[in-house]
């Protein structure tokens, strides 16, 4: 009995595989919103009430898509700060940078449905959030030990935040431990400045006006790196 449910567990775990396998091709083609579990049934060769056995709404299947899109692209960002010193952190954010862009280029759909427009109707639950943070907590811990050695030195302070933002600080502290809130912020600009320029690139805004888009890239997040404080 024990062996039976495990064969059929892992029946259970490659179909789901597949599924969302054929749903990332149909990504590529009709985009989240001509997302659909009849047409994935249909190249699957399955008919549409056994694929809702795995799956019971698009719903379900784009949230299991963007989990997949998430933890994908958190497994590059910490491969990319693993490979060098704890010390070298302006190394490590410059190589966690080039691994998000490397893995957009390569998986442009699946960015887009992670960082593009909003999917009409589609509110992603809770169950997203720990692979959504994992490149954000990789980030996180490059400042916090860039703090921690002392080797922050921001070229000016920034203009005073507005009181508001104190309480946004706190939360935000719980990925960069001890940081006051002007380091906060200035990583918070960086860290969106990344993705800014990584999806402008996707997106075709530098068509026709940055044409060595990997220097330029390069040289934007060593920009970046000097308003977090890190020696460029």
Do not use: K
């Not at 992603?124 to 030990?145: E, F, H, K, N």
């Not at 935040?161 to 380091?183: H, L, Q, W, Y």
């Not at 320029?197 to 888009?213: H, T």
Request: proline share 7%.
């Amino acid at each position: 009995m024990s062996s039976s449910r495990t064969a059929r567990e892992r029946v259970r775990a490659e179909l789901t595989r597949e599924i969302t396998d054929v749903a990332r091709r149909q990504l590529a083609v009709e985009g989240a919103t001509g997302l659909s579990l009849r047409a994935v049934a249909r190249e699957m060769g399955m008919v549409s009430s056994a694929i809702y056995r795995y799956f019971p709404s698009r719903d379900d299947l784009l949230t299991a898509l963007i989990i997949d899109g998430y933890n994908a692209l958190g497994e590059a960002v910490e491969r990319a700060d693993a490979a060098l010193p704890r010390e070298d952190h302006t190394g490590r954010w410059l190589a966690v940078c080039h691994a998000v862009r490397d893995w957009a280029l390569a998986r442009p759909h699946e960015y887009a449905l992670l960082y593009g427009s909003p999917v009409p109707g589609y509110q992603a639950p809770q169950d997203t959030v720990p692979a959504a943070v994992r490149d954000t907590l990789v980030y996180g811990r490059i400042v916090s030990d860039a703090l921690r050695a002392g080797a922050l030195n921001p070229p000016a302070p920034c203009p005073p935040a507005p009181p508001s933002f104190s309480e946004d600080a706190a939360r935000i502290r719980e990925m960069i431990p001890g940081a006051p809130d002007d380091v906060i912020v200035r990583a918070v600009i960086a860290w969106t400045g990344l993705f800014g320029w990584v999806s402008f690139e996707l997106f075709g805004q530098f068509n026709n006006a940055i044409l060595d888009r990997a220097a330029a890239f390069d040289h934007a997040m060593r920009c970046h790196a000097q308003i977090i404080g890190l020696p460029v």
